[in-house]
């Protein structure tokens, strides 16, 4: 098990970028995968961006080219470099870990617990 907190969201104008953190209470140097997932009123979860314990990555198509996923293991955090952002991506973020991309996808043998999130709201 992993605790993991969101942050870095808030209000930006469209176009505009923000980074979000994920900040894990342990080592993250050997989760397999990690994943971004996002929450928009009325619609189901979904995973944005994942990246592997060797850092092969893999979006949402319509993330692609505008949001970029790292990890620092040093810092046992995920980031996600989020540009260009449109008001269809408000929403609130969330990350989580698994033991492979297929956990990741299917959201099942998840590490973590769903935390708080982060807001992000794309509106002029």
């Known amino acids: 098990q992993v605790q993991l907190v969101e942050s870095g969201g808030g209000l930006v104008q469209p176009g505009g970028s923000l980074r979000l953190s994920c900040a894990a209470s342990?080592?993250?140097?050997?989760?397999?995968?990690m994943g971004w997932y996002r929450e928009a009123p009325g619609k189901q979860r979904e995973l944005v961006a994942e990246?592997?314990?060797?850092?092969?990555?893999n979006y949402l198509y319509s993330v692609k080219g505008r949001f970029t996923v790292s990890r620092d293991n040093a810092e046992n955090t995920v980031y996600l470099q989020m540009n260009s952002l449109k008001p269809e991506d408000t929403a609130v973020y969330y990350c989580n870990a698994g033991d492979s991309v297929i956990s990741i996808r299917s959201m099942t043998r998840l590490f973590g617990s769903w935390g708080q999130g982060t807001q992000v709201t794309v509106s002029s």
């Open positions: 990246i592997t314990s060797i850092g092969l990555t």
């Open positions: 342990r080592s993250i140097s050997s989760i397999p995968a």
